[in-house]
């Protein structure tokens, strides 16, 4: 099994910057990417950014891109979310999750980001 533990999360004011890490930790040996989604309050949980771990191959939705950067950390096992410039419609529960080739192998138990106006 793969456990994640999200952290970073927190208060910010808008255009303010904010970096999650997602540390994974167990069978870790066969995640092929991670990846990062978030959840506002009364909406769909919505993909945010994904890297994989061989190459460092990432994408990301087209609200983030240019203002967040995913990256890795191979040797620490943790994956970083670098949020820029932050917007109030950011303001949601970040959730990072474990992926082999085909599936989702495992998921944090999320971290809040709350960005004020």
């Known amino acids: 099994q793969v456990q994640l533990v999200e952290s970073g999360g927190g208060l910010v004011q808008a255009g303010d910057s904010l970096r999650l890490s997602c540390a994974a930790s167990?069978?870790?040996?066969?995640?092929?990417?991670m990846d990062w989604f978030r959840q506002a309050p009364g909406k769909e949980r919505e993909f945010v950014a994904r890297?994989?771990?061989?190459?460092?191959?990432?994408n990301y939705a087209d609200s983030v891109k240019g203002r967040f950067t995913i990256s890795k950390d191979n040797a620490k096992n943790t994956v970083y979310l670098q949020m820029n410039n932050v917007k109030p419609e950011d303001t949601a529960v970040y959730y990072c999750?474990?992926?082999?080739?085909?599936?989702?192998?495992?998921w944090g138990q999320g971290t809040q980001v709350t960005v004020s106006s």
């Open positions: 167990g069978r870790t040996f066969n995640i092929y990417g």
């Open positions: 890297i994989n771990l061989n190459g460092g191959s990432t």
């Open positions: 999750a474990a992926r082999n080739s085909y599936v989702y192998v495992s």
